[in-house]
């Protein structure tokens, strides 16, 4: 399969992962340790939107074909890496803690844990990886 067919893929995937986090942890359904800061869940939502926007107009355009690289790729890859490290940081949420102020832990709603998460996140960090490395070699 060409890497192009593969960032494609991973590009769609990529919308069901930054949906799926705003729906699953958005609201007050969560508690303790599954409570995540509005902020966070917006920069995530917000960042995300404007990657698969700006990701997805690159590679439908083929903007930088033929003369190197585009800006247009550049800023889609920030915002997708920006979208990747508050994902994880979301996700950290869920390693165990203990100490005096730790809350305990509920069970999830979708899950009886973070395996959907660290599922969507682990992949959107290697997707993002692959989505660079094809814009660095020219790949897309």
Same mark, same amino acid.
């Given at each position: 399969?060409?890497?192009?067919? @593969?960032?494609? @893929?991973?590009?769609?995937?990529a919308?069901?992962v930054v949906?799926?986090?705003r729906? /699953?942890?958005?609201?007050? /359904?969560?508690?303790? /340790?599954?409570r995540?800061?509005p902020?966070?869940?917006?920069?995530?939502t917000?960042?995300?939107?404007?990657? @698969?926007?700006?990701w !997805?107009?690159?590679?439908? !355009?083929?903007?930088? %074909?033929? %003369?190197?690289?585009?800006?247009?790729?550049?800023?889609?890859?920030?915002?997708?890496?920006?979208t990747?490290?508050?994902?994880?940081?979301i996700?950290? /949420?869920?390693?165990?803690? !203990?100490?005096?102020?730790?809350?305990e832990?509920?069970?999830?709603?979708?899950s009886?844990g973070?395996g959907?998460?660290?599922?969507?996140?682990?992949?959107?960090?290697?997707?993002?990886?692959?989505?660079?490395w094809?814009?660095? !070699?020219?790949?897309?």
């Amino acid at each position: 399969m060409p890497l192009t067919w @593969i960032v494609y @893929i991973l590009t769609a995937l990529a919308v069901v992962v930054v949906m799926l986090t705003r729906v /699953r942890l958005g609201g007050d /359904r969560g508690a303790g /340790r599954f409570r995540i800061s509005p902020v966070l869940l917006n920069i995530h939502t917000g960042a995300g939107v404007l990657a @698969i926007l700006i990701w !997805t107009a690159f590679l439908v !355009t083929g903007a930088g %074909e033929g %003369e190197g690289h585009s800006i247009v790729g550049v800023v889609g890859l920030a915002c997708f890496w920006l979208t990747t490290v508050v994902g994880l940081m979301i996700l950290f /949420r869920w390693l165990p803690s !203990t100490g005096k102020h730790s809350s305990e832990a509920v069970h999830d709603t979708w899950s009886t844990g973070p395996g959907l998460s660290v599922l969507a996140h682990v992949g959107m960090f290697l997707g993002v990886c692959v989505f660079t490395w094809a814009y660095l !070699t020219s790949a897309v």
